[in-house]
């Protein structure tokens, strides 16, 4: 069948394709698709001690899933007398179906033992602290 082959080579819709079915497959939630992972991730960052809200976003332009952990990050630059506060969205990209743990490790990978006493320090320790988050003394607080 000349319709059947056309179907199949060229992605015309028809109820015997594969990209017919492909395109009425019905679309989750990704927050209830990927509770049980959110939850993990979660439970992990809440086990550091620090305050990072968990979610799992999509772009709807790409299609592309992001973990995200949004907090509040606040800085001291050389030579200015404010504290910098901004609110912080670490995102790491993963496929649904395959690299979920790779996702996990890379994102909790931010959180070093440094950046964790740098985001748990006092408003006076990090006023006095003049470097990069990431190399923040470990026994300082």
């Known amino acids: 069948d000349v319709h059947a082959f056309l179907a199949g080579k060229c992605g015309i819709p028809d109820p015997r394709s594969y ?10 939630n990704p ?3 990927f509770k049980n992972f959110i939850k993990k991730t979660q439970d992990a960052v ?9 979610d799992v976003e999509r772009d709807e332009e790409t299609g592309r899933y992001y973990l995200t952990g949004k907090f509040t990050q606040r800085l001291k630059f050389k ?3 404010d504290m910098f ?3 912080t969205v670490l ?13 996990f490790r890379l994102f909790m990978g931010f959180f070093t033992p440094n950046r964790i006493a740098h985001m748990n320090a006092t408003d006076e320790e990090v006023m006095a602290y003049e470097g990069h988050p ?4 470990v026994g300082k607080n």
Do not use: C, S
């Open 19 to 28: 990209i017919y079915g492909v395109r009425l497959r019905k679309k989750q």
């Open 31 to 33: 927050i209830k698709m």
């Open 46 to 54: 809440d086990a550091l001690g620090v305050d990072v809200k968990v």
């Open 79 to 81: 030579g200015w007398d």
């Open 85 to 87: 506060v901004q609110e």
């Open 91 to 103: 995102r790491e990209e993963f496929f649904p179906d395959a690299d979920r743990k790779t996702a």
């Open 134 to 137: 990431a190399h923040y003394p």
